[in-house]
């Protein structure tokens, strides 16, 4: 899939986010190695506690559509739900995620792409698992 077809899928995806509580909406894609996606957005929960992000939403769905070794790519989108047009910062995952992210890559061996943008898609920041988590713990 184009990068920019992957961008469309992670807003996409964002437009179901459940964040009533944070009004910050993220969404995420998720591309195997063959070109499959997988989505996912952030779902919080009156017990904020309980609230899951965009990455790990979309990398569960990941694990069920191609498997978590098989992940290539990751988008992510995000912005408060007011933003407006003004370009924004782009919105990184943050460490929790990273560990996640960082599970799909040692189980396959490989380095996993992560590209975050605003919350229209726009500002891009391109880097990759190792850059974003390195000596990452593992068991
Ligand atoms: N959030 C994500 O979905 N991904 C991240 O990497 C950072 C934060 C969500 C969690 C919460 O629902 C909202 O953004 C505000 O923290």
Redesign the pocket.
Known sequence: MSGDALVKAALAARDR?H?P??R???G?AVESLNGEVAVG????NACYRL???????ALAAAQQAFGLENVARLV?V?GFADAGEDIGEA????G??RQAIAEAAQLSGRNITVTCHDHRGRNAVSTDIASLLPAAFSL
């Open positions: 986010a964040a509580y944070s910050f909406h993220v995420c957005a952030n779902m919080e609230g899951i992000c965009a990455e790990q939403s992510v995000g919105v990184m995952p943050c929790g995620c």
